[in-house]
């Protein structure tokens, strides 16, 4: 188990990356916006209230997508450690070694059973048809 220290430290590093990422969104998502659609529309509106989500439904960036990717699982993770579920390997249920959420405080699996969900995942082979 986790202790309370381990926890509070977890939860500060979602936090402060949660905060960093969507400052970076936001960025990415107006520069977008700009590029594409600055010389048509003039200059934007000040979209400061917008939700993030709505800000950047739009847009089709590469790395906004992985950005947006990451900034789910911050959430997810935000979510888990608010109702307790933090903390156990999704697939095998084990206890997710603190080490390894160190690094990756929103991970959702174990080392092994990442590896596998990789394996399977991660690549998915094309249609030949
Ligand atoms: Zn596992």
Do not use: W
Not at 3 to 30: C, F, G, K, V, W
């Amino acid at each position: 188990m986790l202790t309370p220290e381990q926890l509070a430290r977890l939860r500060t590093m979602i936090n402060d990356r949660y905060e960093a990422l969507s400052a970076e969104i936001h960025q990415d998502a107006a520069r977008s916006r700009d590029e594409t659609y600055g010389e048509l529309a003039g200059p934007v509106a000040d979209s400061g209230d917008e939700a993030t989500a709505d800000l950047i439904s739009d847009l089709d960036s590469a790395e906004l997508n992985r950005d947006l990717g990451e900034f789910r699982q911050l959430e997810a993770a935000q979510k888990r450690l608010a109702d307790g579920s933090y903390g156990p390997c999704v697939d095998c249920g084990s206890e997710i070694a603190f080490e390894r959420l160190l690094v990756q405080p929103a991970a959702l699996r174990c080392l092994d059973c990442q590896r596998i969900h990789e394996r399977t995942h991660a690549h998915p082979p094309e249609s030949k048809l």
